[in-house]
């Protein structure tokens, strides 16, 4: 038998070698290491779990917990591959809710360092077994030793066996950075543990247990820093089975880089491209481009309809219905960041959401309820032309760049005229901004405070700087308000709500536009006829590989049809949903509102600026403009006084 012929006959690996190979899924650094052994200790229901590192993990890894322990006579199988004490049969894969179930990380870890494993299940502290497994077989011998009730695994030397492997690692300051970032998401999974973090003899972070929500503020501030919670807002909502409660950050508490994002699903941390899908739509309309916002989510569903199961390291997950989290995620987290606005969230009333919200309908759309008079979420509204009902055409929309006044036609009749500055009769040289300012003010001045509440969170206006800014004397300091980026939200806001829950005319395509299309894009395409014909387009199969967009919605019908169309196949097909053509359309309602809304160098009357600070304080998302750029700031009377030095 030649040599090439040896080499191709089929033979089992031996267990070492096996394992090696399957610790190249799962074994990637010392972090990998670190979450494996942790995840079984909050499996053996620890109260408290100490991790100790030396050299950023390489030279020593040890986990310790007070969990329930391993008997004697299964410590043998504990480092063995495909044993594990979490699952026993289909039904149990099917609905897992403990983290480590795989049996595979301890013998995978033990083929590329010296691992050994002591643990103990009684109360006495001087009994106790230890473990290691020796050779190319991978024996396991077990020897006496004294520990408490608990485990105790110790990794030593990562990757000693397999230089290969160890010459990826980076330095110790970089492996330990991503240590202690694996300990921070499990620090957060389970606020009722006790955590210890060491790290070359020192001791970088010790978290008491406490489940209540000051404890819980205590971890994260310790943890993310406390502007995190200064910048966050508290939810905790529900529907169908669902549940997502949490910290999301404020859209002007944004971070270059998306390392302060964290999302678990039954306490496990994940990354998942169908939750960050429905994040990342929640803060479009807010956020600055190039930022990435912050948050703390959890997410809490029937185990039986998630499947964890999907991935080796178990960071990705599958929900059996899609649509209805992606749904779900989305609206709640688009109506939270809707309703903050100057005065919704107080200091000190602790700006929880608590809600109980419909199932998400199976058409894609969001269905949140809300009480009379707040806000609440509406379809896109896009209908066809032949509808009965009174059409906002693309020319009327257009229209809405003549000025603020026309979306106030309630105020025509009223219009109040503000004394202008200087010498100027009443009315001359006005803008349709500024005469929209004033038409606001005939019906959003507030009365004197000693009349009403008190002084309104944005206060009142006290000086106009450089035509640019609003100084407003709030109850707190002083307020500086971006008086165009201010308005140019308000604007917008008020477009979008007159267009998308009005009657949108849909014009039809005087040459239909055909595009090649995939076999799953047709499919998707004919699945989802109905979802795009409520968004007004329509779209026919002519083949077998080919679509014809035939009707669009006016406002989009000088706009690239064909990668739209096919941007909301791929956004259908993975997330259940796409709210491309609403983008679009909402990109141009904010490129009208920029153009319509009050310029800066625009002296403005008293009237006019309290006017603005009083439609701010009603206007969703008026903390930002249509850029993400914050529209506002205040200095409190604290700050001002350190700054000039007094009482010092």
Same mark, same amino acid.
């Given at each position: 038998?030649?040599?090439?012929?040896?080499?191709?006959? &089929?033979?089992?690996?031996?267990?070492?070698?096996?394992?090696? &190979?399957?610790?190249?899924?799962?074994?990637?650094?010392?972090?990998?290491?670190?979450?494996?052994?942790?995840?079984?200790?909050?499996?053996?229901?620890?109260?408290? &779990?100490?991790?100790?590192?030396?050299?950023?993990?390489?030279?020593?890894?040890?986990?310790?917990?007070?969990?329930?322990?391993?008997?004697?006579?299964?410590?043998?199988?504990?480092?063995?591959?495909?044993?594990?004490?979490?699952?026993?049969?289909?039904?149990?894969?099917?609905?897992?809710?403990?983290?480590?179930?795989?049996?595979?990380?301890?013998?995978?870890?033990?083929?590329?360092?010296?691992?050994?494993?002591?643990?103990?299940?009684?109360?006495?502290?001087?009994?106790?077994?230890?473990?290691?497994?020796?050779?190319?077989?991978?024996?396991?011998?077990?020897?006496?030793?004294?520990?408490?009730?608990?485990?105790?695994?110790?990794?030593?030397?990562?990757?000693?066996?397999?230089?290969?492997?160890?010459?990826?690692?980076?330095?110790?300051?970089?492996?330990?950075?991503?240590?202690?970032?694996?300990?921070?998401?499990?620090?957060?999974?389970?606020?009722?543990?006790?955590?210890?973090?060491?790290?070359?003899?020192?001791?970088?972070?010790?978290?008491?247990?406490?489940?209540?929500?000051?404890?819980?503020?205590?971890?994260?501030?310790?943890?993310?820093?406390?502007?995190?919670?200064?910048?966050?807002?508290?939810?905790?909502?529900?529907?169908?089975?669902?549940?997502?409660?949490?910290?999301?950050?404020?859209?002007?508490?944004?971070?270059?880089?998306?390392?302060?994002?964290?999302?678990?699903?039954?306490?496990?941390?994940?990354?998942?491209?169908?939750?960050?899908?429905?994040?990342?739509?929640?803060?479009?309309?807010?956020?600055?481009?190039?930022?990435?916002?912050?948050?703390?989510?959890?997410?809490?569903?029937?185990?039986?309809?998630?499947?964890?199961?999907?991935?080796?390291?178990?960071?990705?997950?599958?929900?059996?219905?899609?649509?209805?989290?992606?749904?779900?995620?989305?609206?709640?987290?688009?109506?939270?960041?809707?309703?903050?606005?100057?005065?919704?969230?107080?200091?000190?009333?602790?700006?929880?959401?608590?809600?109980?919200?419909?199932?998400?309908?199976?058409?894609?759309?969001?269905?949140?309820?809300?009480?009379?008079?707040?806000?609440?979420?509406?379809?896109?509204?896009?209908?066809?032309?032949?509808?009965?009902?009174?059409?906002?055409?693309?020319?009327?929309?257009?229209?809405?760049?003549?000025?603020?006044?026309?979306?106030?036609?309630?105020?025509?009749?009223?219009?109040?005229?503000?004394?202008?500055?200087?010498?100027?009769?009443?009315?001359?040289?006005?803008?349709?901004?500024?005469?929209?300012?004033?038409?606001?003010?005939?019906?959003?001045?507030?009365?004197?405070?000693?009349?009403?509440?008190?002084?309104?969170?944005?206060?009142?206006?006290?000086?106009?700087?450089?035509?640019?800014?609003?100084?407003?004397?709030?109850?707190?300091?002083?307020?500086?308000?971006?008086?165009?980026?201010?308005?140019?939200?308000?604007?917008?806001?008020?477009?979008?709500?007159?267009?998308?829950?009005?009657?949108?005319?849909?014009?039809?395509?005087?040459?239909?536009?055909?595009?090649?299309?995939?076999?799953?894009?047709?499919?998707?395409?004919?699945?989802?006829?109905?979802?795009?014909?409520?968004?007004?387009?329509?779209?026919?199969?002519?083949?077998?590989?080919?679509?014809?967009?035939?009707?669009?919605?006016?406002?989009?019908?000088?706009?690239?049809?064909?990668?739209?169309?096919?941007?909301?196949?791929?956004?259908?097909?993975?997330?259940?949903?796409?709210?491309?053509?609403?983008?679009?359309?909402?990109?141009?309602?904010?490129?009208?509102?920029?153009?319509?809304?009050?310029?800066?160098?625009?002296?403005?009357?008293?009237?006019?600026?309290?006017?603005?600070?009083?439609?701010?304080?009603?206007?969703?998302?008026?903390?930002?403009?249509?850029?993400?750029?914050?529209?506002?700031?205040?200095?409190?009377?604290?700050?001002?006084?350190?700054?000039?030095?007094?009482?010092?």
């Amino acid at each position: 038998m030649t040599v090439v012929e040896e080499t191709r006959r &089929i033979r089992v690996l031996d267990p070492r070698l096996a394992n090696q &190979i399957a610790a190249g899924e799962v074994v990637e650094r010392p972090a990998s290491v670190v979450k494996e052994l942790v995840e079984n200790a909050i499996d053996a229901g620890s109260t408290r &779990i100490e991790v100790e590192l030396e050299s950023g993990g390489v030279r020593l890894i040890r986990v310790r917990d007070d969990g329930s322990g391993i008997a004697e006579d299964d410590l043998p199988l504990a480092l063995s591959r495909h044993a594990t004490s979490k699952i026993a049969s289909l039904e149990d894969l099917e609905g897992v809710a403990s983290l480590g179930f795989r049996g595979e990380a301890l013998a995978s870890i033990s083929s590329v360092s010296r691992l050994e494993l002591v643990a103990n299940v009684e109360d006495e502290p001087r009994s106790g077994w230890r473990v290691v497994a020796e050779g190319r077989q991978m024996e396991p011998r077990v020897t006496p030793a004294p520990h408490p009730r608990g485990t105790s695994v110790t990794v030593r030397d990562l990757f000693f066996n397999t230089p290969a492997r160890r010459k990826f690692l980076r330095t110790e300051k970089t492996e330990y950075g991503h240590v202690e970032e694996a300990f921070r998401r499990l620090a957060l999974s389970r606020y009722d543990i006790a955590w210890v973090l060491r790290h070359n003899q020192k001791t970088v972070h010790q978290l008491p247990p406490g489940d209540d929500a000051p404890r819980r503020e205590r971890r994260i501030a310790a943890l993310l820093g406390k502007g995190f919670l200064d910048n966050a807002l508290h939810l905790d909502l529900a529907a169908g089975g669902l549940r997502l409660w949490g910290w999301v950050g404020l859209p002007t508490h944004s971070r270059a880089q998306a390392d302060q994002q964290y999302f678990f699903v039954n306490g496990r941390v994940v990354r998942d491209r169908l939750v960050a899908h429905a994040i990342r739509q929640a803060y479009r309309d807010v956020l600055f481009h190039g930022r990435h916002p912050v948050f703390v989510l959890y997410l809490e569903v029937d185990p039986t309809v998630v499947d964890v199961n999907v991935h080796p390291t178990k960071h990705e997950v599958r929900f059996r219905d899609g649509r209805l989290v992606h749904d779900f995620l989305f609206s709640s987290l688009h109506r939270a960041l809707a309703e903050t606005r100057p005065g919704s969230h107080e200091e000190g009333d602790g700006s929880d959401t608590d809600t109980t919200l419909p199932v998400a309908s199976q058409g894609g759309e969001s269905a949140v309820q809300e009480p009379a008079g707040r806000w609440q979420q509406q379809p896109i509204g896009l209908h066809h032309a032949s509808e009965s009902a009174e059409r906002v055409t693309a020319d009327r929309v257009r229209a809405f760049m003549s000025g603020y006044r026309a979306l106030h036609p309630d105020h025509e009749d009223r219009l109040l005229t503000p004394q202008p500055v200087g010498d100027e009769p009443a009315g001359a040289g006005m803008s349709p901004s500024s005469a929209a300012l004033a038409a606001t003010a005939a019906s959003s001045q507030l009365p004197p405070a000693e009349e009403g509440s008190g002084i309104p969170p944005l206060g009142f206006a006290i000086a106009q700087l450089h035509g640019i800014y609003i100084l407003s004397q709030t109850a707190q300091g002083l307020l500086i308000v971006d008086m165009h980026a201010a308005h140019e939200r308000i604007v917008y806001e008020r477009m979008k709500d007159q267009v998308h829950k009005g009657v949108l005319e849909a014009q039809p395509l005087l040459v239909p536009v055909s595009m090649a299309a995939s076999h799953a894009e047709v499919a998707t395409a004919e699945a989802e006829r109905d979802a795009f014909s409520r968004l007004g387009v329509e779209l026919d199969v002519a083949g077998p590989e080919t679509l014809l967009v035939r009707q669009v919605p006016a406002l989009l019908a000088d706009a690239d049809v064909e990668p739209l169309i096919r941007d909301m196949l791929g956004d259908l097909e993975r997330y259940g949903r796409s709210d491309r053509l609403e983008a679009r359309i909402n990109e141009l309602l904010a490129t009208m509102a920029c153009h319509g809304s009050v310029r800066a160098n625009r002296r403005l009357t008293t009237t006019e600026m309290n006017a603005l600070l009083r439609d701010m304080e009603r206007t969703e998302r008026s903390g930002q403009c249509n850029h993400g750029r914050p529209t506002w700031t205040e200095m409190s009377l604290k700050q001002l006084d350190r700054l000039f030095l007094r009482g010092q």
